[in-house]
């Protein structure tokens, strides 16, 4: 299993970019890297997944170096609303037979 | 509404009793994974099941059990209940037929439990 780590907390202003980065140094060749954010007493829900290089969606860009060991969620002119804990996942392919940790997950704080 | 819906949305109860949490996961989709989130902590996985198997189980203790169905809702029963099982219990589904890729998991809203 691919342990994840990711800060803890970070904060930052309205408006600003924002990069969370997750470390995995041990993922598997058929790994995924997914990143979900989640509110107070709600569901995590996905926000992107990506397997090499870079992926972008109307929310978010995903960073994966060659390497894989680590990949980076960038959050664009971020807004109050995307105060939240967000979580990288790495797991592999769908019908797996496998424990999905999420690690301790980065409590982004947004600043007026 | 993410597809995954969970009941009791709320359960009080009091130590030493049982209660099930119930889920049925999105249209089509074959897998069920229990999560348990204490206040203020990470997500604890607890088990997996796969078109009603089990797949995969975590830390999951011995008074808690899970099964799915054929019509593949998925139970949590808990038992011997301890007042720090009080928690969200999150049920996350994925892996719909011919989906290829890796698992995106739908979380549902979350049964929270305070036990008494």
């Known amino acids: 299993l691919a342990k994840t780590t990711q800060p803890i907390s970070m904060d930052s202003y309205e408006g600003q970019e924002v990069n969370i980065t997750c470390s995995h140094n041990?993922?598997?060749?058929?790994?995924?890297i997914t990143w979900y954010q989640q509110f107070p007493s709600q569901g995590p829900r996905f926000i992107i997944q990506?397997?090499?290089t870079k992926v972008t969606n109307e929310v978010a860009s995903l960073f994966i170096p060659a390497d894989r060991k680590s990949s980076t969620l960038s959050l664009p002119r971020v807004s109050l609303s995307d105060t939240a804990v967000y979580y990288c996942?790495?797991?592999?392919?769908?019908?797996?037979?496998?424990?999905?940790?999420f690690g301790t997950g980065t409590r982004l704080t947004i600043i007026p | 509404d993410s597809g995954v819906t969970q009941t009791p949305k709320h359960l009080i109860t009091a130590t030493g009793q049982r209660v099930t949490l119930r889920c049925s996961p999105r249209?089509?989709?074959?897998?069920v994974y229990w999560y348990q989130q204490s206040l203020d902590q990470g997500l604890q996985f607890l088990i997996q099941?796969?078109?009603?198997?089990?797949?995969a189980k975590g830390n999951i203790l011995e008074r808690f059990s899970a099964q799915q169905f054929p019509d593949l809702h998925s139970e949590l029963n808990l038992s011997s209940l301890e007042l720090g099982d009080s928690a969200l219990y999150f049920c996350?589904?994925?892996?719909?037929?011919?989906?290829?890729?890796?698992?995106?998991?739908?979380f549902g809203a979350g049964s929270r439990l305070t036990v008494l």
């Open positions: 996350a589904s994925s892996g719909g037929q011919g989906v290829s890729g890796a698992n995106v998991l739908t």
């Open positions: 041990n993922i598997a060749t058929n790994d995924y």
């Open positions: 990506g397997y090499k």
């Open positions: 996942l790495v797991g592999g392919p769908n019908f797996g037979n496998e424990k999905l940790t």
């Open positions: 249209s089509g989709d074959l897998s």
């Open positions: 099941y796969y078109n009603g198997e089990e797949r």
